[in-house]
């Protein structure tokens, strides 16, 4: 019988095989999740906060704080919503810096003390997500945040609802409750 090639060789390691790698000491191995990431976190931050010189900062940041913290990444998980956590959680603290600096605001989120439970999505999603991508490039500025940023990790980055759950640290009801709101939000700026 003909010897099997082998492919685990030629296999790439994914995401999560090469956290591992890292948490073991292999440093070397962290510059693959950058070039894996860096693109998505760039994009992430330009529709977050449409300033390439911050967004580039803070994406430095980001890989800072993975690095420094990837031994608390349990290698049992996704990578992807790990590190997209560190970085909404970058991106809201440099909004809440902001905010300091501009006015004494305090910030009440009722969504998160008071969910409302949803329906699940319908068939014809797939037709709305391609039209609400259209709307949300040109209007995603005239959005709050707290709205805003589901629909980006929806439409753009291809979370789910229970990834940009754990990403936001709300809940999956929750998710929904932005999603709509920031929808109807969007179809209401686009017929203005």
Request: glycine letters at 4%; proline letters at 4%; a neutral charge.
């Amino acid at each position: 019988m003909p010897e099997m090639p082998e492919t685990t060789k030629t296999r790439e390691r994914n995401d999560e095989e090469v956290a591992v790698q890292v948490q073991k000491g292999d440093i070397e191995s962290f510059r693959l999740l950058v070039e894996r990431y860096e693109p998505k976190m760039t994009r992430y931050a330009k529709r977050f906060f449409f300033d390439g010189d911050e967004g580039k900062d803070l994406v430095q940041e980001v890989f800072i704080k993975a690095y420094v913290n990837i031994r608390s990444f349990d290698a049992s998980r996704r990578f992807s919503p790990w590190i997209y956590r560190i970085a909404h959680n970058e991106f809201v603290n440099n909004i809440k810096r902001r905010q300091k600096e501009r006015e004494n605001v305090s910030i009440f989120d009722f969504d998160v003390l008071i969910p409302h439970l949803i329906a699940k999505e319908s068939a014809d999603d797939g037709v709305n997500n391609t039209e609400v991508k259209r709307m949300l490039e040109g209007s995603l500025s005239k959005l709050n945040a707290k709205y805003k940023e589901p629909l980006v990790l929806y439409y753009f980055e291809d979370m789910d609802y229970r990834e940009i759950a754990d990403i936001l640290h709300i809940p999956i009801s929750t998710v929904g409750v932005r999603l709509q709101r920031g929808r109807a939000m969007l179809k209401k700026i686009v017929t203005e």
